[in-house]
């Protein structure tokens, strides 16, 4: 479904980074991927290539079929919007905003009707089970509740991808497993879930384990399931 | 899409309320003063219309000096010795076959001061006849108007304005002096629709026409007032008195106007005074633009994490820099709101303390929110461009 052929992408603060080197990988319907490595090799610029967040320098990026690297800047947040769901690890909410309206928020660059973006919200709000605090600002949530969230955010405009840059990273162990457990539920649903985390414990969960370091693909491991 | 931006608009202005009303100031001063200049222009022109159209629509009168159309005002010819005479009126009354047979009224401007006892008023002594009352719509207050008796015998009395009235402290029957001319107090009145540019109306003593004509030892009359017989025959009356008067002096010293001539020409002094105002206040506007500029800049660089967020789960370009137009059109519009309001509000006391009757019009409220609109988006524009032209990755990672 997705495929990155040779795709380079560099940085330029102060000295020249290579955060991708000529990656080329192959993601099919329904994996839970699992980016590992070091820091500053290049996982997340390579999950933001992948969610057309960031253009590769080169290469190509086919996205079901389709050339996906040289798209409009309107295409790639159309696609962005329909095709993806991000989840940060510092979870990245509107402030002084409601539950509601933060996972309202990818519907609204949509043409649907309010009524309909109402009821898709509040029905991903109840997957991750955050029912009874539809009012509530971030602030007044826990980490774990927040990511909450942002995680029925990803989901509600029924993505085919979503796409975690070390979800439990700001979380204790235990509502760090909590989450996975979560990231786990939607993978059972259908949905493919690429995550990045230097969480060894997390990696366990995964189907498919990357390694990265350098901006290299160093180990690319299918787990058994 | 929009009413979700309306209303996050809002919020975020909310959140920043201070900042948000001192970078308003500017708009409200602006608007203010656009609105309020413009309502007193629109009264005062409404109050002149008012008071041309109450001489009703077959008068006409004749200036003393030529008037030449396309040309500044011959004012000179107002100062200056009349050129129109007592028995030019005399001749009109004989020959222009087509004017009403209620007769010829004039006008004749008399210099002096009044006085009784030790109190004076500068007023506006004009030599008028009989039809002066229902010209000027003049209410008697108390005794009587200026009768052909009057005119006759050169009678010695004057009819006081409440104003001159009050500010000489005259009762009717009394004596007051006009120069060495001891005059009785024959009646007082008040006119009702006085307009602040007519400030002669405001401070009009009455005598009769032919004493004028003795005080001021000549037979020069200021103003010629006549009636055409109706309404459609009144350009046809005009032309017969241009060439009658013409005839008889041999050029064209005069002027003969209608009210509404006047009135265009009225009209176009305070259409010329609207551009100004406009102009005065677009400047403000410039420089509370560059205020609106800057704070949304501020604005967009304090939520760049937003704009990335938003991008994130799908916000084209476009969707953002409408976001942070919509945001700064509506901080002028609250702007364009306050300032109309108050010009509103002052309306009504101005109404109510002064002579003025201002009157906000549909266009002065047009004029008010295209200005604000106007604002909005110009200054609106750079900062939102730069909103939306953020790259994703970088504003996520703004904190």
């Keep these: 479904m997705l495929e990155l052929r040779n795709v380079a992408k560099k940085y330029s603060i102060g000295q020249e980074i290579v955060a991708l080197d000529n990656v080329s990988l192959k993601i099919s319907e329904g994996e839970f991927l699992a980016i590992k490595g070091p820091s500053g090799c290049g996982k997340s610029t390579l999950l933001h290539v992948l969610g057309l967040l960031d253009e590769p320098d080169s290469g190509e ?17 159309k696609w ?59 602030n007044e949530l826990s980490g774990g509740q927040q990511q909450r969230v942002a995680i029925a955010r990803a989901l509600v405009g029924k993505p085919k991808i979503i796409l975690a840059d ?42 498919r384990v990357i390694t990265m370091r350098d901006g290299k693909i160093l180990e690319d491991k299918k787990n058994a399931a | 899409m929009l009413l979700d931006s309306l209303r996050f608009a809002l919020r975020s202005l909310w959140a920043n309320k201070m900042r948000s009303f001192l970078t308003l100031l500017g708009v409200i001063i602006g608007i203010y003063a656009v609105v309020a200049l413009l309502s ?4 005062v022109q409404r109050q002149t219309t008012d008071i041309v159209e109450g001489f ?16 500044q005002i011959n004012m000179a010819s107002q100062f200056a010795p009349s050129t129109i005479f007592v028995d030019d009126v005399e001749y009109l009354d004989e020959k222009a076959d087509l004017l009403d047979s209620s007769g010829t009224n004039y006008a004749v401007f008399v210099g002096g001061v009044l006085r009784k006892g030790e109190k004076k008023s500068a007023g506006f002594t004009v030599g008028a006849t009989t039809g002066f009352k229902e010209l000027f719509k003049a209410d008697i207050v108390s005794g009587r108007n200026v009768t052909q008796e009057d005119l006759d015998t050169k009678a010695r009395v004057i009819f006081l304005d ?7 402290g005259a009762e009717l029957g009394d004596k007051v002096f006009l120069g060495q001319y001891e005059l009785e107090v024959a009646g007082t009145f008040e006119i009702k629709n006085a307009s602040i540019m007519d400030q002669g109306t405001n401070n009009l003593a009455i005598i009769p026409a032919t004493l004028a004509s003795e005080i001021n030892q000549s037979k020069q009359v200021n103003r010629v007032i ?12 005009k032309d017969q008195i241009t060439s009658l008067l013409k005839e008889k002096h041999g050029a064209a010293d005069f002027t003969v106007m209608l009210p509404a001539d006047m009135l265009d020409m009225f009209n176009e002094i305070t259409n010329i005074m609207t551009y100004l105002i406009v102009g005065i206040a677009s400047i403000s506007l410039l420089v509370s633009g560059i ?42 519009m609250i702007g364009v709101a306050i300032g109309v309001g108050l010009a509103a509000l002052v309306n009504v006391f101005l109404a109510k303390f002064s002579p003025l009757q201002p009157v906000l019009t549909w266009d002065t409220l047009g004029l008010a929110l295209g200005m604000g609109v106007l604002t909005g988006i110009v200054f609106g524009l750079f900062p939102a461009w730069r909103a939306a032209r953020k790259n994703p990755v970088e504003a996520l990672r703004f904190e």
């Design chain 2, 162 to 168: 409440k104003k001159v009235k009050e500010t000489l």
């Design chain 1, 61 to 77: 990026y086919y996205l079901d079929g389709r050339r996906a690297d040289q798209l409009s800047s309107k295409q790639r947040a």
């Design chain 2, 40 to 43: 007193i222009a629109r009264g």
């Design chain 2, 226 to 237: 006549v009636k055409a017989k109706d309404a459609d025959s009144v350009e046809a009356a």
């Design chain 1, 80 to 138: 962005r919007n329909q095709m993806f769901g991000f989840v940060f690890q510092s979870f990245n909410l509107l402030p002084r905003t409601s539950v509601l309206q933060n996972v309202v928020l990818p519907l609204t660059y949509r043409r649907e009707s309010r009524r309909l973006r109402h009821e898709l919200a509040l029905k991903a709000i109840e997957e991750v089970g955050l029912s009874d605090r539809l009012k509530s600002r971030p």
């Design chain 2, 56 to 71: 009703g629509p077959t008068v006409i009168m004749v200036l003393p000096g030529e008037q030449i159309e396309g040309q």
């Design chain 1, 166 to 207: 070390e979800p439990t990273g700001n979380l204790d162990t235990k509502t760090g497993q909590e989450i996975m457990n979560l990231f786990k539920k939607i993978h059972q649903t259908g949905t493919t879930v690429v995550f990045v985390t230097h969480n060894d414990e997390l990696l366990s969960l995964a189907t």
């Design chain 2, 291 to 332: 205020g609106i500029s800057n704070i949304m800049l501020v604005t967009v660089t304090e939520r760049t994490k937003e704009i990335g967020i938003r991008k994130a789960v799908g916000a084209t370009e476009w969707a953002i820099m409408s976001q942070f137009l919509i945001e700064s059109v509506m901080l002028t």
